[in-house]
């Protein structure tokens, strides 16, 4: 007489932790926050955690070592425009976590954090659309870092937006003259 095996609790257990185990690859560690500063009044603190294996680049690019990676940081606010030029005023500073060493940025300068604009006359009845104003000067490069999270801190009205930089060309040699 053939012997009969129940697989019936082992198999309800392997399926049961198998989502588990196939999202484990994709799990994002926990972020420790302690060793950053709290934001001060008025300020609210952005993070990103930076995902650790991003897609191959497009064929032909050389994009493969995360340390020649940057990441872009965008601070901005969503306003209505007309036809003149606005930028948020500042500039965002990199400094370090105090006994720490981690990198934290945030926005300074006289009147960090304010719209300002051209005063050219616009057409009546223009439309002014909704529109995400940047800050203005140069696009700042944080290091692609898997192992720390990028802290930013703004205030509260302002947002941060971010993308990945990978270089698409190989590097070229330049000529000493």
Not at 26 to 34: E, F, Q, T, V
Not at 65 to 89: A, F, H, K, T
Not at 91 to 98: C, G, I, Y
Not at 158 to 171: D, I, N
Request: with cysteine; net charge positive; aromatic share 6%.
């Amino acid at each position: 007489m053939a012997r009969r095996h129940s697989h019936g609790p082992l198999l309800a257990a392997v399926l049961a932790i198998a989502p588990l185990i196939a999202s484990a690859g994709r799990a994002i560690p926990r972020l420790d926050l302690s060793p950053y500063p709290k934001p001060a009044p008025g300020e609210r603190r952005w993070v990103i955690q930076l995902p650790g294996v991003l897609p191959p680049a497009p064929a032909g690019g050389v994009a493969g070592d995360p340390r020649s990676w940057g990441v872009q940081l965008v601070v901005g606010e969503e306003m209505p425009v007309d036809c003149n030029i606005r930028r948020i005023s500042g500039q965002l500073r990199v400094s370090d976590v105090p006994g720490w060493g981690y990198p934290i940025y945030r926005l300074e300068g006289p009147n960090a954090g304010l719209a300002i604009t051209t005063l050219m006359a616009c057409p009546k009845g223009q439309p002014k659309p909704i529109r995400f104003v940047t800050l203005g000067g140069d696009p700042v490069l944080a290091p692609y870092n898997v192992s720390l999270p990028i802290v930013v801190y703004l205030p509260e009205r302002l947002e941060l937006r971010w993308r990945v930089w990978r270089p698409l060309e190989p590097l070229q040699p330049a000529r000493a003259l």
